[in-house]
């Protein structure tokens, strides 16, 4: 999912608490029905929704949450994209990608958003460059690197550890605990996806190490990203072992 902190723990809590499905859609509309001008509530409904394959109700919440939202809101942005992503329609993600050149928002955060929004479309030479632009406006920032070392991860191990070592030197210089430990458990969950294959048994002991990480207010963006592509698939493992 490629926006903030806050929306990627939104969607990586809908992947691993629906065990009630119906619970929890029953809850996600009574949050709109009291709260029906909070475009949060229409977000978590469409996600709700969306991970339970309900989709075309999904793409009408997203687009009033949308509707409700500031226009520099990233994270009503991502319900209609990650909509778009899901129902294969390749055309309109990339036109609703295109329209954050009219958000005035940061640039190193839109060249983020961009990124990892090519990268979900599988266009990685453009995510790369992407990704590469951040780094460039913001050469000081370790958790732009951390994104980047995602990136590249297990299809190319050299240029993540490289980006994960520049995020080490970083975190070294200003002698932040905190920042270090966070560039440390990710670089340890980076090696059990290039050693993992996807399977699920390593998927789980990459879950269980960012069980904790994902929680922290500081927490690197690329660890809420990892965590909603390890409950994904997860989730996928599982699904295909029940058939």
């Known amino acids: 999912v490629p926006l903030s902190n806050r929306l990627t723990s939104l969607a990586v809590s809908v992947a691993s608490q629906l065990d009630d499905r119906n619970q929890a859609i029953r809850s996600s ?7 029906p001008k ?49 129902s294969e329609q390749t055309d309109k993600a990339k036109a609703k990608l295109a329209e954050l050149a009219a958000v005035d928002l940061p640039e190193v955060e839109l060249a983020l958003v ?14 790369s460059q992407q990704y590469d632009r951040a780094t460039e406006l913001a050469p000081d920032d370790h958790r732009v690197y951390l994104q980047k070392a995602r990136f590249h991860g297990v299809e190319n191990p050299a240029a993540g550890e490289a980006a994960l070592r520049a995020a080490r030197d970083l975190v070294r210089q200003s002698g932040d605990v905190t920042s270090r430990n966070l560039v440390d458990r990710t670089s340890a969950v980076q090696k059990v996806l290039q ?19 994902v929680g922290q207010e500081e927490a ?8 909603a592509f390890i409950n994904s698939e997860r989730n996928s493992h599982q699904h295909q072992r029940k058939l």
């Open 29 to 35: 509309r009574q949050a709109t029905q009291e709260r």
């Open 38 to 86: 909070d475009p949060a509530a229409w977000l978590w409904l469409g996600n709700v929704l969306l991970v339970d394959d309900h989709e075309e109700e999904a793409r009408d919440c997203f687009q009033q949450a949308e509707e409700l939202a500031e226009p520099t809101d990233l994270q009503t942005w991502n319900g209609l994209f990650s909509y778009y992503l899901r």
């Open 114 to 127: 961009r990124a990892q929004g090519y990268e979900l479309l599988g266009d990685r030479p453009a995510a």
């Open 195 to 213: 050693r993992s294959g996807n399977r699920l048994r390593d998927l789980e002991d990459a879950r269980q190490l960012l069980e904790d990480l």
């Open 220 to 227: 690197a963006p690329a660890a809420h990203l990892l965590a």
